[in-house]
């Protein structure tokens, strides 16, 4: 009986004992405590106080913040209003839309099916997608009707040109060029989602059919390259774009709440668009897309360039691959190899424009995209004013999700990015 008794208070005290040892790797936020991962605490409340005085400002409505490193979570909170007209403050579990940051989603599904030597990715997308034949460039535009006239396009777009935005797609509203804007919408293209019983299959059937910017590679054309890519996911795996998601890349990283339609259970936590009206934040009612995405309508439309609803958290899970060689949870989901590629500027013949095969990267030549980071920073956005980037080098990832429109004209993105560097205990 004495023997049992001291067991059991050996048991006790080794319980406590590790309770208090791992108590000092968190702060009071459940964070990891950041000085032992390399932070100053001081020097990140600046976060707190620049986000804190932009939403006094009334620059942002709020946002919700996280930094990553050596796959901890160091800093995660919520500031401001998810509704400011209802009160509703943001918390850190509240769901975004993501929109163009779906696509290093899509682009992760290619590469994993290209490591499975399903295809090349300098094959011409023509090869799997038949409609991509005889292509066209736009070559004169008449702004009163929207006729216009096309030459014949001397190379083909290949899988690499989609993911690196060098096909000569382009987008249709949101299009930097008034000619592509009135065409995409003639014809009915979807830019980012839709709730009409639409499939993303009729999108591209008939995207494919409409003159290109450029010959394929000559140039950067932000565009639906991504959505078309989509589509080939599906033709190559046999399965809807949003269960080879669910299946692949989802459930192996605990990605449990990104979905393209989100379920009932879900549907709390969405968060609204807000735009600023007469000095007041309220719901954005007014666009080409409909608001009640993504939780109403057919819900057949899976953009792989925009179509996606997710969590800070879960896409920091996302991003935490890349820093891991592609290892989640001592589990491979894409190689070494592919991750080095993914990093490498796929695009050298364009000037000032490095891109990987999933994201934009710094390098010498581009800081101006990011201001702070170490060459092979990758970043990048989303329409509704959400934001990531991920180095490497410092295995640091940030995220700001905020959801508004139009753009943040609050730089809170760049903001926020150098604080997070500037956070940084040097030489550790």
Known sequence: MKTNHLLRVAKLFFLYSSILILGCDFNSNGAYSPEAYGFSSEKLNKIDNYIEKSVRENKIPGAVALVRKNNKIIYNKAFGYADTENKIKFSKNHIFRIASMTKAVTSLGVLMLWEKNKFDLDDPIENYIPSFKNLKILKSFNKQDSTYTVKKAKRKITIRHLLTHTSGIGYGIIDEKESFQAIYQKNGIIDLFTTKPITIKENVQKLAKLPLHHEPGKDFTYGEGLDVLGYFIEIISGM??????????????????????????????????????????????????????????????????????????????????????????????????????????????????????????????????????????????????????????????????KQTRPYDKSNSNYEFKALVYESLIKNQ
């Open 240 to 401: 809807p774009l949003n269960e080879f998601f669910r299946k692949h890349v989802f459930d192996p990283l605990e990605m449990n709440d990104t979905y393209f339609y989100l379920p009932p259970s879900h549907y709390n936590r969405l968060v609204p668009v807000q735009t600023k009206s007469a000095g007041f934040w309220m719901k954005f009612e007014e666009d080409f897309y409909d608001i009640n995405y993504p939780k109403s309508g057919s819900k057949l439309f899976f953009s792989g360039g925009a179509g996606l609803s997710s969590t800070a958290n879960d896409y920091s899970n996302f991003l935490q691959l890349f820093l891991n060689n592609g290892v989640y949870n001592g589990s491979k989901i894409i190689s070494k190899k592919t991750i080095k590629l993914i990093h490498e500027n796929q695009i050298p013949h364009l000037p000032n424009l490095p891109v990987g095969l999933v994201f934009g990267i710094l390098s010498k030549d581009n800081h101006y995209l990011g201001e702070n980071g170490n060459n092979g920073t990758f970043t990048w956005g989303g329409y509704f004013n959400t934001f990531y980037f991920t180095d490497t080098k410092e295995n640091l990832s940030g995220i700001l999700l």
